[in-house]
């Protein structure tokens, strides 16, 4: 008897399934540079392919990415940008865990300037940096979501068309300055100009996330 459970415990430990590896490719960064135009990045769907680009160069192919920005509306809310980038896990370029879901990356994500990386596995210049780039276009509210219609100040720089009139939401990737660690809505930018981004401590970047 006691023979026929031994194998038979044998046999249960044979035939368990194995656990699935976690895909920790890289699936989330900060662009490396922006489009050249401050925060005109050809709307959502140019950002989108800005991310994608950037993603192939650095050897990351098989993935749709989106970038992490909101838009605003007349009338109605805009598109959030929590809604653009998938349901998670996101891994940076060196495979660290930035969040497990929408629900973690919004309310505490592993985003400090050690593991927001860009698309090349860098550090991304922040407080203290020459120059300061810390500023990462979001033109969202900190819980991922897009501005309410009733919102009267610009927030997106025209739903990222602009390179001069306008405002744009940013946050800081690296958790410090001005005694704002939001990550994505720590304060509005002075223009939309990529010399208006820089005077705040900008660069026109924006984070990209992979939503397969």
């Known amino acids: ?14 035939i368990s ?20 135009k401050g925060a005109d990045l050809g709307g959502l769907e140019g950002a989108d392919a800005h991310c994608g680009k950037l993603a192939e160069a650095a050897g990351v192919t098989g993935k749709q990415w989106a ?21 998670g896990p996101w891994h940076n370029a060196k495979g660290t865990l930035i969040a497990d879901n929408l629900d973690q990356l919004h309310l505490n994500p592993n985003i400090v300037m050690a593991t927001a990386l860009n698309e090349k596995g860098e550090l991304v210049n922040g407080r203290g940096s020459k120059p300061n780039q810390h500023d990462i276009l979001t033109g969202s509210m900190s819980d991922g979501t897009a501005y309410f219609p009733r919102e009267e100040n610009d927030r997106t720089c025209s739903n990222w068309t602009s390179s001069s009139e306008g405002s744009a939401t ?13 990550w994505n809505a720590a304060h509005n930018s002075r223009g939309c100009s990529q010399e208006a981004l820089a005077m705040t401590g900008g660069a026109g970047l924006f984070m990209c996330f992979a939503t397969n």
């Open 1 to 14: 008897m006691k023979k026929s459970l031994l194998i038979a415990a044998g046999l249960a430990a044979v």
């Open 17 to 36: 399934v194995p656990t699935v590896a976690q895909d920790t490719s890289m699936s989330f960064f900060i662009t490396s540079v922006g489009s050249g």
């Open 67 to 87: 970038a992490y920005l909101s838009t605003q509306e007349e009338g109605k809310r805009g598109v959030s940008a929590r809604d653009r980038i998938g349901a």
């Open 170 to 182: 940013v946050g800081h990737h690296d958790r410090h300055g001005g005694g704002n660690t939001s």
